[in-house]
């Protein structure tokens, strides 16, 4: 064996004893392997770059441009993503999915929301029936811009558009954008009160991935409406007459006039110089174009006149508490003084009864008194029987006559039948004699 190959064979053996360690280390740490060739690898780079006139090494140079080019691949995707282009990853580093071919595949990228970040209406409560200018600023959330949006803007049962139109058209929101509309708006009469809701669509296109899609959404806002109180109390009735010691009534009427109702209303009374057994009643809600009337009983207690308040709470459409107060002035006289009744006879223990005497004249005077009235009608009979037979005599003899005129020629002689003052037939001549 010559010099020359003793030198060669100790410098494999000195090449594999080193080259093993290596290669167990770079099985054992395969990250800090690869970083390792990486920085070789830009180390080569820097240097086939500054010595670009060799010839021999032309070829290392067009594999790192490719590799560069590659880099500036994926600085591009990275550039894509953060203007709405979003990539499916593998691992930690790769931003594409690639097909069962090995072509890389984009993912679409998410959806453009178009949101409201700030609307004005004015700042008050809106009375129903009045007018606004509702002012809403809307802005592209997402990552790349929208066309052709429609924005309609709906006030439901409680809004109306106080002219002009409720749709509006924008060519082209950037994505970060935001854009700002108004339109006049009013409250109807009948709407409740409270916060009542409008509905603001928006409808656009984007484009993503190369392909043309379209999305729409809806967004409410609130606006508070307050309707006007008109619950209206009568003035309280007074009681024609109040006696102390005596239970009298004050009444006074309501009506609710408004769109809403009214909520939790509640009445008392109270004054010096009157008794009430409830001196407060609750009464309760109150719809709208409701009426009833609040009534309490009470005693007064002193003479002259009593001043006595009447207080009615309650909660407006708003849900604010108002109190109303009513003062009232009752003259109240004292009682009439009881008249006693007359003193009751008192029975005398010495009293003896009526005297029999007493009795006997009675009776006597009750007999007297019989006997007279029968004596008077039996007269009055025989007087209406007298005058019976007077009647009938003049009858009979006007008849006797008539008939003796007519016949004068017959020699015929018709005995007249005497009749007494008794009533009784008289005789003949010779019965007479």
Known sequence: ?????????????????????????????????????????????????ADSANSSEDNSNNVLKDDAINQD??????????????????????????DSEGVNQQ??????????????????????????????????MGKVAVDNMVVTVDGGESFAIAGGTNTFYFDRLAAGYAMTQSLPMQAVTGAQSGAQGITVSFKYEYVDGGARSSNSSDIKISVPISQPDRFELNDPVPPDEATVGTETTISMN?????????????????GEGIEATNTKQYVGNVASGATGSIGFAFTPT????????????????????QTKEFPVTITATDAEPVIPADDP???????????????AVIAVVVLAAVAVTVTL?????????????????????????????????????VDVPAVDMAGNAASSGEDRA
């Open 107 to 140: 993912v679409a990228g998410p959806v453009p929301n178009i949101i409201i970040t700030n609307f004005d209406y004015g700042g008050n409560t809106i009375a129903a029936g009045g007018n606004f200018n509702l002012s809403f600023t809307f802005q592209n």
């Open 377 to 413: 009608v039996r007269r009055r009979r025989k007087k209406a029987k007298q005058t019976d037979i007077d009647e009938e005599w003049d009858d009979w003899t006007s008849a006797n006559s008539a008939a003796g005129k007519i016949g004068e020629s017959s020699s015929d002689t």
């Open 302 to 321: 002193t003479v002259g006149e009593i001043n006595a308040k009447l207080r009615v709470t309650y909660e407006d459409p708003d849900g604010k508490t």
């Open 73 to 98: 691949d994926t600085d591009d995707d990275s550039s894509n993503t953060s203007s709405g282009r979003v990539h499916q990853t593998v691992d930690s580093t790769n931003t594409n999915t690639t």
């Open 1 to 49: 064996m010559t010099i020359r190959e003793k030198k060669h064979h100790i410098i494999g053996r000195y090449a594999s004893m080193i080259a093993t360690p290596i290669l167990l280390l770079a099985c054992a740490t395969p990250t800090a392997f690869a970083m390792a060739g990486t920085d070789t690898h830009e180390s080569a780079t820097s240097t086939v770059t």
């Open 254 to 270: 309501y009506v609710n006039k408004g769109k809403s109702d009214i909520s939790n209303v509640e009445a008392s009374i109270e």
């Open 345 to 359: 006879v008192v029975p005398d223990d010495n009293y003896q009864g009526i005297a029999g005497w007493v009795w």
